[in-house]
């Protein structure tokens, strides 16, 4: 157990809807990552939070959008959903700022578009 | 940060070393080597990191060579519970609050019995 929770484990939506995905950090982690993993393209970093503030955007699409709460849990949001946005979506946490050296994983939400 | 070379794939037996090379000819000076596996759709849990001493833990060894250009992650005692996809990262370690990682295909370990 990373102690990083992602809810739901699993979704299944059909398209042109909008889902919201949620993570849990671990207890005094600052930094949350998203993560997609798609079959065809691996493990892509998608956005980071901070303490609240965006601190890094990957290959994020419009469509999509985060943030993070002052209680620091981070919301994932996808909208007008497509059938390629199927995926595994997983949320990271780090301590960041002078520490911590390693990224800590959920189990992911497996999404599903139909 | 630097781009990492691996074999698509590897066989181990059971109860043998799995020796997991990777390529980072590009390596600078101030990057570290990173290891982390995904077991099957779990998400991908961290190994180890060095910067240019060999390193150990409870769960493998990190081997790089004295140029950094590559380096070796070693399972000693392979289980089948070791079978995954393992990924070498290279990144910067900064004081700062970007631990971005970029992952690449990795390698597929498969441990026989």
């Known amino acids: 157990d990373s102690g990083v929770t992602q809810t739901p484990k699993h979704l299944i939506t059909a398209t042109g809807q909008r889902v919201t995905l949620r993570c849990s950090p671990r207890s005094g982690d600052l930094s949350v990552y998203w993560y997609q993993q798609s079959l065809d393209q691996g493990l892509q970093f998608l956005i980071q939070y901070y303490n609240g503030e965006e601190r890094a955007k990957g290959n994020i699409l419009e469509r999509f959008s985060a943030q993070q709460f002052p209680d620091l849990h981070s919301e994932l949001n996808l909208s007008s959903l497509e059938l390629g946005d199927s995926a595994l979506y997983f949320c990271?946490?780090?301590?960041?700022?002078?520490?911590?050296?390693?990224?800590?994983f959920g189990q992911g939400t497996r999404l599903t578009v139909v | 940060d630097a781009k990492t070379t691996q074999p698509p794939s590897m066989d181990c037996a059971e109860g043998r070393a799995a020796n997991l090379p990777c390529n980072h000819s590009t390596i600078s000076g101030n990057e570290y080597v990173y290891w982390y596996r995904q077991i099957h759709s779990q998400g991908p849990q961290y190994i180890i990191h060095?910067?240019?001493n060999n390193e150990t833990n409870e769960m493998a060894s990190l081997i790089i060579t004295e140029d950094r250009k590559s380096s070796t992650l070693i399972l000693p005692h392979a289980t089948l519970r070791d079978t995954a996809v393992y990924y070498c990262i290279v990144r910067v370690l900064s004081g700062g609050s970007n631990y971005k990682l970029t992952f690449g295909k990795g390698t597929l370990l498969t441990v026989n019995p």
């Open positions: 990271a946490s780090s301590v960041a700022a002078g520490g911590g050296t390693e990224a800590f």
């Open positions: 060095g910067l240019k």
